[in-house]
């Protein structure tokens, strides 16, 4: 039995669009939308959302642990823009680790274990 190497190749220029798209689309809100006190709480769970739905995007077609991978890389590019953003507060460190969970949990969330390279 042989132990082949896993390949992970993320793709740096989607994973750095989409961290960007999903954490400043919830801002853009705000200029849209005025910020009421209904639409300010959400704005971080908007990003979370954003976060695990552009990590679905990303790590479409894909299989084996790159999607892990790649969701990992979009949830930490969010959560840092998003720190850079917003500062280094509590709710935001928190809201921060929950955005990289969300771009794992958003890249791995329904794949069937079929297409896995791994069994």
Known sequence: MTIMPATSR???GA??????????VDDAAFFLLPPTVFLSPLSGVLAILLTAG???????GGGGPVVARTGLA????SAVLGLLAGGLGLVAVLLAGITVVA??????AGRDRASSRLD
């Open 54 to 60: 552009a990590a679905r995007l990303v790590t479409r």
């Open 10 to 12: 993320v793709p740096v």
């Open 103 to 108: 771009g794992v949990a958003g890249a791995v």
């Open 15 to 24: 994973v750095l669009l989409a961290g960007v798209g999903a954490q400043y």
């Open 74 to 77: 979009v949830g930490s590019a």
